[in-house]
């Protein structure tokens, strides 16, 4: 059974920065693709971010490209979300989710809890 526990939310200023981070146990991180998205209140959550499962492939949503960078660690089995250049509008709960051999954005096997992101103006 896989779990993904993120990391690395907090409160932070506009125009800072944050790493996320996401483990994934049960099985290799090499097999999977990643996703990031982020649920802010009275709102539905949605997709911010992806990595295909060989780390090749990247997508973005597109209020966060020039701004935030998905990589993969697979000797770490995780996955991080470097976020720059906060603002208010970036503030949510930011969740990881996993997908077995995926390659782009879609429907996920697996997802964490979530962690707090508030950016401050």
């Known amino acids: 059974q896989v779990q993904l526990v993120e990391s690395g939310g907090g409160l932070v200023q506009a125009g800072g920065s944050l790493r996320l981070s996401c483990a994934l146990s049960?099985?290799?991180?090499?097999?999977?693709?990643m996703g990031w998205f982020r649920q802010a209140p009275g709102k539905e959550r949605e997709f911010v971010a992806a990595?295909?499962?060989?780390?090749?492939?990247?997508y973005y949503t597109d209020s966060v490209k020039g701004r935030f960078t998905i990589s993969k660690d697979n000797a770490k089995n995780t996955v991080y979300l470097q976020m720059d250049s906060l603002n208010a509008e970036d503030t949510a709960v930011y969740y990881c989710?996993?997908?077995?051999?995926?390659?782009?954005?879609?429907?996920?096997?697996?997802w964490g809890q979530g962690t707090q992101v508030t950016v401050s103006s």
């Open positions: 990595i295909s499962w060989s780390g090749g492939l990247k």
């Open positions: 049960g099985r290799s991180a090499s097999n999977y693709g």
């Open positions: 989710a996993a997908k077995y051999f995926g390659n782009r954005p879609g429907t996920y096997d697996y």
